[in-house]
């Protein structure tokens, strides 16, 4: 019963972090650099801000369910997926971060080629 449970929860984690990041990626991104530049910059803070807190929080019940899972009696495979997913905290920490961080830099010009740059770059999936 544990282990169904707990399986039942990494599987819904799972599928809502894949969601969200398919929203992200294919709807919400591409419609903000449809709106410019400045825009785009003005309406990332908020958007990252709420969508980290989700992701993170998704990725790491996912992670903790699928141990639970295995610890409870589910297969191997469980663990090898849980730790998959949880594999995107350390990603978005040292990969995704650094460019986030120049994104909602306070002194980053709203208008300049550098931030159009930036943007493209977290477009690519």
């Known amino acids: 019963m544990l282990h169904q449970f707990a399986e039942f929860v990494a599987v819904l984690s ?3 972090f894949a969601g969200a990041s398919v929203y992200i990626n294919l709807v919400e991104h591409p419609a903000r650099m449809e709106c410019g530049v400045e825009v785009a910059a003005t309406e990332f803070s908020p958007s990252y ?6 992701q993170a ?9 699928s141990i639970a899972a295995w610890l409870a009696g589910a297969t191997f495979w469980w663990l090898v997926a849980g730790a998959l997913l949880g594999s ?8 995704i971060l650094p460019t986030n961080k120049l994104l909602l830099s306070p002194t980053l010009d709203k208008q300049s080629v550098l931030l159009l740059l930036y943007l493209l770059i977290f477009a690519k999936p």
């Open 14 to 16: 799972c599928s809502l």
């Open 57 to 65: 929080t998704l990725a790491a019940v996912g992670l903790v369910s």
């Open 88 to 95: 995107v905290i350390p990603f978005t920490l040292f990969v």
């Open 49 to 54: 801000r709420r969508a980290t807190v989700m």
